[in-house]
């Protein structure tokens, strides 16, 4: 049996278990075995019956001395009943509504009991435990126990036999290179799943552990390296640095640069004036003024007749960047373009729109200078004289390729400068942005009011009611977040207090006809079609809409000063970090804002994590605080950034991202296209594609 073939392929699973399988993203026999424990119960102390001396949690073995089964008369239940002798004495265990375990067991078998005891009157039982018959290698006792993530139907007992069976069959294909295991005393990749599955001791599984966490950290720095070194053999256009044009017009601005901007727009001026090609990330809290920053730089690009192009994530978003643009260019003879899926227009002194043929062929001819727009931009229809500068605000990755496209010269790629709002911690940057240059602006403009953040009591629900409609009156509008679209969206989160969870369309319905009959109201969420939803936006941008009910997608960055207050419900279920990009959707102007935290579940801890927010406006601090307690599955923008779901590593082990990264590097350093080592490549080039498609 190798990787790569399917689960079917291992013995009793069937049709019906691979599409349960599927739902836990396992397909091959690859997956199942990199699919594992999140934790292990310890029934490696196999004790004698008359060291359970009270209730708690052990694993003892015996001889079944009587075996049976009853049925309640109350409450009609199956009531199985063991009693288990070694030399030392005897102890009883029960199974509620199990009457299959007598078929499975006989008097007079030895087995192994683990699990939880408890007192039955004077007597104490295990109940409902594991059993297995003894044998040198137990599986479910007697051992450190695997337990997995499971899915309806697919149980942790029954997993540990598949892995089991899977384990015993497979022929394991190391792909770490032999230097790389040693140098690191990294544990084989056989016995290293052996032990992840089955570990023989905590030591043995710390060493599995360790060597899985170590693979995807190498895993990815190679591919972060290897990306930096195909850009590193491309070159772009050194562009002049034209001081006293662009001094005399940071001077025209209406307001004056912090220190951290003017920083940022020289470094990236400088890195526009190399060859190498510039490839920086612009990090920033919503309203720190990146876009100005970018548009100097632009500004400078179109000095030397270059173009720049500007990709934003929506339309919404583009046409908001084409405004700002123009208005702050609108003295300089620059033409500015917006093409997006749906707009066509020019800005040289005054807006006009354009015919999209028009525009394009003035696109080739280079007599725009930036161009703003959507995706719509790469598209294959689009043809751009020269570009010399791209700009991606809040976006995925653009590859080396899609970037070569846009340069006529060969081996050519514009500069590229990404910008976003999202806090990456440094330990995941270093990881997973290696390939990129880090600029971070942390101050915020002068004047900027403090944003008020409370978090509410279920008791004040009526006076945050009272609030909106006093700010609805001074003509101040606000956002209302809910977690979820509508009741019973999603099988797998009703359990638990989902059932509490605020809908969108609940809400908007309730606040709409109960709350706010006075006011005008209005919803989006993802369900809605993609024009009704820029409609609605819209409409609360121009102050039609007084309070915008909404699930979590409205985009970072849009700009609506007029918006004061922004209530989160079910704040609990939202990250910190998701918390600070709502909560910077608001205080966007000189009126004071607010943000109003309404939990739902009476869950202390995840009230205890809402307070870090009231405490701190840093969105660094909160990204900190929630990749350690959520891990980094819950960033934001973390998935979108083309991060993988990491499994193992630790990104706060400093010292082994450290290891990993120079371990990588001396291998790409000798071997830049891994051609010696084409297992490794293979994994890579598998891993890498993963990485893009999450
Ligand atoms: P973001 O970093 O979120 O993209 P923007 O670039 O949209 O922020 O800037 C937010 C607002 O702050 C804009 O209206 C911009 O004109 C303004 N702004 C930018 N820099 C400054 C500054 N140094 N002082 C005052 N206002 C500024
Ligand atoms: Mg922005």
Known sequence: MRFSDS?????????????KLKKLQIKTVKDLLYHFPHRYEDFSDVVKTNEIKG???FCTKGKIAKLSTIRTKKKKMYLTEARIEDEEGEIRAIWFNQPYIEKNLDEGDHIFLAGKTSFRGRKLYFSNPSYEKVSPNPTHTGRLVPVYPETEGISSKWLRH????????????????????????????????????????????????????????????????????????????????????????????????????????????????????????????????????AV?????????????????????????????????????????????????????????????????????????????????????????????????????RFGVEQRAKLCKQENYVPHLLSMTATPIPRSLALTIYGDLDLTIIKEMP??????????????????????????????????????????????????????????????????????????????????????????????????????LVSTSMIEVGIDVPNATIMVVEGAERFGLSQLHQFRGRVGRSEHQSYCFLLPTSKNVKGKERLKALVESEDGFELAERDLELRGPGDLTGFKQWGAPDLKMASLKDQEQVQKARESAKELIQKDPDLNSYPDLKEEIEKYDKKIHLE
């Not at 702050?328 to 020019?346: C, F, P, R, S, V």
Request: aromatic fraction near 6%; charge should be positive; glycine fraction near 4%.
């Open 296 to 396: 100097i730089a632009a500004l400078n690009v179109s000095f030397s007749n270059l173009q720049s192009a500007f990709m934003a994530p929506t339309e919404i978003l583009a046409q908001q960047h084409f405004q700002e643009v123009s208005k702050l260019l609108k003295d300089y003879d620059i033409k500015i373009g917006l093409l997006t899926g749906k707009d066509e227009k020019l800005f040289h002194k005054k807006e006009k729109e354009i015919k999209r043929s028009k525009f394009l062929k003035k696109l080739k001819e280079g007599e725009i200078d930036i161009v703003i727009g959507t995706h719509t931009l790469i598209a294959d229809k689009v043809e751009f004289n020269e570009v010399g500068f791209v700009i991606l605000d809040e976006q995925h």
């Open 446 to 547: 002068k004047g900027r009011k403090k944003i008020i953040t409370k978090l509410v009591n279920p008791k004040e629900r009526k006076e945050t009611y009272n609030f909106i409609r006093n700010e609805a009156k001074k003509g101040h509008q606000t956002f209302v977040i809910c977690p979820r679209i509508e009741a019973g969206e999603d099988d797998e989160d009703k359990k638990g207090d989902w059932n509490n969870v605020k809908t969108v369309k609940e809400e908007y319905n309730k606040l709409d006809n109960e709350i706010f009959p006075d006011l005008k109201v209005g919803i989006i969420h993802g369900q809605r079609k993609t024009k009704k939803k820029e409609k609605t936006m819209n409409k609360f941008k121009k102050g039609d809409l007084d309070i």
């Open 55 to 57: 209730e708690g949690e």
């Open 162 to 293: 598949i892995v089991q069976r899977a384990l015993q069959k497979i022929q394991v294909e190391e792909f770490l290179p032999q230097e790389i295991i040693d140098d690191n005393n990294l544990l084989p990749l056989s016995k290293a799943l052996n032990q992840i599955h089955f570990p023989d001791s905590k030591p043995e599984l710390n060493k599995a552990q360790e060597r899985f966490s170590f693979e995807e950290l190498f895993k990815l720095s190679l591919i972060v390296l290897s990306r930096k070194m195909s850009l590193l053999r491309k070159k772009s256009v050194s562009i002049p640095i034209k001081e006293e044009k662009i001094k005399s017009f940071v001077q025209s601005l209406p307001f004056e640069l912090t220190q951290d901007q003017k920083k940022a727009a020289w470094r990236v001026l400088k890195d526009l004036n190399s060859e190498r090609p510039m490839n920086r990330l612009l990090e920033g809290d919503v309203g720190s003024g990146k876009t100005v920053v």
């Open 7 to 19: 689960v079917r392929s291992i013995p009793h699973v069937g049709k019906k278990y691979q599409k």
